[in-house]
């Protein structure tokens, strides 16, 4: 495992600033909330505050137990919360598991003198565990700093993003993305084009590579080259086939599709843009722009968006790929 210092994080320099300075002036709150898209480095830098604070130096050592302990994932002081998937349901934060947080945090720390929670993805917590965190964030026991996670301040309570002091991460440049691809071993011309897709997330592109690279932005292609023609029988079975993979593969999907609607939009402005996510799609999109107005791919962004958002939901997911594709109809 890769040792827990400020020199693996990629970019976020001033946010790395500003954590360090709160550490060296002994000026860090008992709860921060970072903000920002999923795979741009939050929790990574979560995790290396969470070993800064752990060791009691603004940079990680390396070499104390403290360390050594956050280094191999098993520090007796530390704690992290994660969503859990059951099924095809969206993942969230259960009840169950805050209560296990809360006895943890209720009791002496066992090396470190003061305890660290990491919260991932804060704004899965269903409400009684997001109510329950809010009980914890008023009155925390002993020396314990919360560190919650999350896309954006709106989507937790206001009551807890009150509680937390808020720093938000940004999306990095795509040179940034494609250089931590290469040191994992990606071929420069294949980490350039995943840079290119992944929209200043590390994460995502990792992901994209690991899902056999361009599979599914093959698929959204596809499926937006055929939407013109697209009837209710072959819509049908394109919502039942898609309904069988899981709702993760789904979500990546529909971000690809909206990639590339945006695509078509940055082409109806400025053919020559250097601002397309899929450069290399550049000629087959030029020639598919006649099928649509910019209203119409404006209007189906929205809805694709608004599907994107649901998709967080628990409904079940056939009958929101339906209802997405008869609104993407509509669209035309």
């Known amino acids: 495992m890769e040792k827990l210092n400020w020199d693996i994080i990629a970019g976020h320099e001033a946010q790395q ?18 903000v920002g898209e999923k795979g741009i480095g939050k929790k990574l830098c979560g995790r290396v505050l969470a070993a800064a604070i752990l060791c009691g130096q603004e ?23 994660v969503p859990e998937a059951k099924g095809k349901a969206a993942p969230i934060i259960h009840i169950e598991e805050m209560r296990s947080m809360q006895v943890m945090v209720s009791r002496s720390a066992v090396q470190a003198g003061r305890r660290v929670v990491l919260i991932d993805d804060a704004e899965t917590m269903n409400e009684a565990a ?10 925390p026991a002993g020396d314990v700093t919360f560190i919650l996670i999350a896309r954006a ?15 938000s991460f940004g999306m990095l440049p795509a040179e ?29 592109a990792l992901k994209l590579h690991a899902d056999g690279g361009l599979e599914l932005r093959d698929k959204a292609l596809a499926f937006l080259l055929g939407l013109p023609e697209l009837q209710l029988t072959k819509l049908w079975q394109e919502a039942a086939a898609m309904g069988e993979w899981d709702r993760q593969r789904v979500t990546e999907w529909a971000a690809y599709f909206n990639m590339l609607l945006r695509d ?15 450069r290399d799609l550049r000629g087959r999109l030029a020639e598919f722009l006649p099928a649509f107005t910019q209203r119409q791919l404006f209007a189906m962004a929205a809805e694709t968006r608004e599907f994107i958002r649901r998709l967080q939901s628990n409904v079940n997911l056939r009958l929101q790929l339906e209802g997405f ?6 669209c035309r």
């Not at 600033?17 to 709860?31: D, F, G, Q, S």
């Not at 709106?154 to 720093?167: H, K, Q, W």
């Open 17 to 34: 600033a500003e954590l360090r300075a709160m550490l060296r002036e002994r000026r860090l709150p008992h709860a921060l909330l970072f």
């Open 59 to 81: 940079s990680p050592c390396g070499h104390c137990e403290n360390c050594r302990g956050m280094n191999l994932g098993s520090h007796p002081d530390y704690f992290e919360l």
């Open 130 to 139: 997001a109510n329950s965190l809010l009980k914890t964030l008023e009155e």
């Open 153 to 167: 301040r709106s989507a937790l309570l206001d009551t807890i993003v009150s509680r937390c002091i808020p720093l």
């Open 176 to 204: 940034t993305v494609a250089a931590v691809l290469q040191k994992q071993g990606i071929a420069p011309d294949m980490a350039g084009k995943l840079a290119s897709l992944a929209d200043g997330s590390i994460g995502r």
């Open 264 to 278: 078509l939009l940055v082409l109806y402005s400025a053919g020559d843009s250097q601002l397309l996510y899929h």
């Open 325 to 330: 594709f008869i609104r993407l109809l509509d």
